[in-house]
């Protein structure tokens, strides 16, 4: 397992306002957008990411991160051996993703994450 990306989350109930603040001032480019969230990308190699949500997908609170690994069930089995607190059950979303959340030791939410590939 390795991580593909780690994403901070900013809470937003007017989403696209703060997506557009982003865009403009760091010129940032929208490279996903559902009715939940808005992912923005700036240029380049790095291709450091930010999303803004009103919830989390499902009805789901917030996470204050999203983490894609390559092997989200082995690193499902890892937190839990690790004993762990998992806030949200491994499971398949309805928009391509297979995810579970787990809370941190400081309290933070994590978004543990692998894209589907059927």
Not at 44 to 59: D, F, K, M, W, Y
Request: hydrophobic share 40%.
């Amino acid at each position: 397992m390795s991580v593909l990306r780690i994403v901070p989350n900013i809470a937003a109930t007017d989403m696209d306002n703060v997506a557009a603040f982003y865009r403009d001032l760091l010129d940032l480019e929208t490279v996903m957008q559902l009715d939940f969230i808005t992912t923005l990308k700036a240029p380049g190699t790095c291709a450091p990411q930010l999303s803004i949500v009103r919830e989390g997908g499902g009805g789901t609170p917030v996470p204050d991160l999203s983490i894609e690994v390559t092997d989200v069930d082995e690193t499902h089995a890892r937190a839990v051996a690790m004993g762990a607190q998992i806030t949200l059950p491994l499971h398949d979303t309805d928009w391509g993703l297979r995810r579970f959340f787990v809370t941190d030791p400081a309290g933070r939410t994590l978004n543990i994450l692998s894209h589907r590939s059927d």
